[in-house]
């Protein structure tokens, strides 16, 4: 796959280069990573479509058990999306990221997407039963092979891989109530200023599960990126994520301070051939992320995802230009997203808008960006979908 993606962007930057004509999706993703292209890209997960909004025989039941279900609706958003780069081809929530083969129990239901409701560690000794696995089994396994049978069908596009690091990992193995508990005993433990207040400290928490939790994990999400290597999959534009370790979750200073250590020993693990990302409200805590050695390599440092919102569902106007300014000023893209709440209630005027106003600050300051939509949910369409890449088509074009 990378030898073919390779020759793909060489072939894409000499017709860019040239003028030989309209670029193809992938061709116009991968010329942005590099200069400016022809226009304004655009992105949808198809993970991120409810199934039943494309095709109402699939559902996440079909789905969660059968590769066979996945690649084939798959297809299906292949020919009905109309976006220049659709990853994430898998319909399973978070039990793609191995932690259901780990002792995680999920609940699969019809129309949601699996979520966990228990938890394999409640104790500090439950952390010692658990080990990295040793092969790709059950839905990291169904993960992998889905992956791998796109990457043969379409050896022209990109499929990037993600997958969950140490703090999210731990959030899948612990649960989201007792892991953040973990941090703060573990936190006042250490940051405590004399011996009596570690001894109370310790008596009402053991400060000791969290780094104990965090090693365990790490080791599993080295482990699971060098499983997807042994499967014979390309890491080209793979991601390590940890969405759950930004605010409101946690403060900045302590997210450098007790989980930042553990992504960098994963990413430093795999040779730095993994992205890592950390998600950031504001532009310029965007910008302090670029001075970090790992962190300033990802290509997704500005990014609207988790800016703050309107109240209808539209990220805050006022920090587009700024962060298309650091994007110019780092040379990276700003990728701007439409979330599911607003893409479900705007009306196409609002919408028109919206895309209109974007793309005209990206053009005049002739900054790459993407425009993600974020989530397609009931009571939004595929139709909507592609009506806001329509008009990123119409609006997104840079002056040659």
């Known amino acids: 796959m990378a030898a073919n993606l390779a020759l793909t962007l060489g072939k894409a930057l000499l017709k860019h280069k040239l003028h030989l004509g309209e670029l193809t999706g992938v061709e116009r993703f991968m010329v942005g990573a590099i200069t400016l292209p022809d226009r304004v890209s655009t992105v949808l997960g198809a993970t991120n479509i409810e199934p039943d909004l494309v095709d109402p025989k699939f559902d996440y039941v079909l789905l969660a058990n059968s590769v066979e279900a996945n690649l084939e609706l798959f297809e299906q958003v292949l020919q009905r999306v109309k976006a220049d780069l659709i990853p994430t081809p898998i319909w399973q929530g978070l039990m793609m990221f191995g932690t259901a083969e780990l002792g995680t129990v999920f609940k699969i239901e019809k129309r949601r997407v699996p979520y966990s409701v228990e938890y394999p560690i409640k104790k500090q000794e439950d952390i010692a039963s658990i080990e990295p696995p040793q092969q790709a089994t059950g839905h990291l396994k169904m993960y992998f092979d889905i992956t791998k049978e796109l990457q043969r069908r379409h050896p022209d596009s990109l499929f990037m891989l993600l997958f969950d690091g140490p703090w999210d990992l731990a959030m899948l193995l612990r649960g989201d109530r007792e892991l953040p508990a973990d941090l703060r005993a573990h936190k006042n433990y250490v940051e405590a200023k004399d011996q009596a207040m570690r001894d109370k400290i310790r008596r009402l928490r053991n400060p000791d599960v969290y780094p104990a939790i965090m090693e365990l994990t790490t080791h599993v999400a080295i482990r699971h990126i060098q499983l997807a290597v042994e499967n014979g999959l390309s890491l080209m534009g793979s991601v390590l994520v940890d969405q759950y370790a930004a605010k409101p979750i946690m403060s900045r200073e302590d997210y450098f301070k007790y989980v930042h250590p553990y992504r960098v020993r994963v990413w430093e693990a795999v040779g730095r051939k993994v992205m890592a990302n950390y998600m950031v409200p504001s532009p310029q805590e965007a910008e302090q992320n670029m001075q970090d050695p790992m962190l300033g390599k990802s290509q997704g440092a500005f990014t609207s995802y988790i800016h703050p919102q309107t109240a209808e569902g539209l990220s805050l106007p006022e920090y587009d230009r700024p962060s298309l300014e650091l994007a110019k000023k780092y040379k990276q893209s700003y990728g701007y997203f439409v979330h599911g709440k607003y893409l479900r209630d705007a009306t196409e005027a609002q919408l028109d808008a919206t895309v209109q106003?974007?793309?005209?600050?990206?053009?005049?300051?002739?900054?790459?960006?993407?425009?993600?939509?974020?989530?397609?949910?009931?009571?939004?369409s595929v139709e909507k979908a592609n009506y806001v890449f329509r008009l990123v088509e119409q609006y997104g074009r840079y002056q040659k």
């Open 357 to 380: 106003r974007i793309c005209k600050l990206a053009t005049q300051s002739r900054v790459n960006m993407m425009v993600s939509i974020a989530s397609v949910p009931h009571g939004a």
